[in-house]
Nanobody
Framework: VQLQASGGGLVQSGGSLRLSCAAS????????MGWFRQAPGKEREFVAA????????YYADSVKGRFTISRNYATKTMYLQMNSLKPEDTAIYYC?????????????????WGQGTLVTVSS
């Protein structure tokens, strides 16, 4: 499975961005697909995830109500719609895919990672 993230950029506080993650390969084997982010000087943290079977979604408390994860199975693309962006959302955002069962909030669950896309929110 190969993942390619895109859609990052510079946006003012309160603005919106939509990230995309184009997937290729045996994506039908995936159990979870998700987004993580890493801010400068900080560890990578969970943002959102989606169960590929049942469609359940999971969000970090810091983004709940502002971010929405979705999938287009026809194009094998995953999206992260980010609204009401804050300066603390500034980070490199990574998409990831897992073939395993477990806690989708844990980065170790994921087998495949995209290269990351930079989101910068100015105050």
């Amino acid at each position: 499975v190969q993942l390619q993230a895109s859609g990052g950029g510079l946006v003012q506080s309160g603005g919106s961005l939509r990230l995309s993650c184009a997937a290729s390969g045996r994506t039908f084997e995936m159990t979870f697909m998700g987004w993580f982010r890493q801010a400068p000087g900080k560890e990578r943290e969970f943002v959102a995830a989606r169960n590929e079977g049942g469609g359940s979604t999971y969000y970090a408390d810091s983004v709940k109500g502002r971010f929405t994860i979705s999938r287009n199975y026809a194009t094998k693309t995953m999206y992260l719609q980010m609204n009401s962006l804050k300066p603390e959302d500034t980070a490199i955002y990574y998409c990831a895919a897992s073939r395993q069962a477990g806690n989708p909030r844990v980065s170790m669950l994921y087998d495949y990672w995209g290269q990351g896309t930079l989101v910068t929110v100015s105050s």
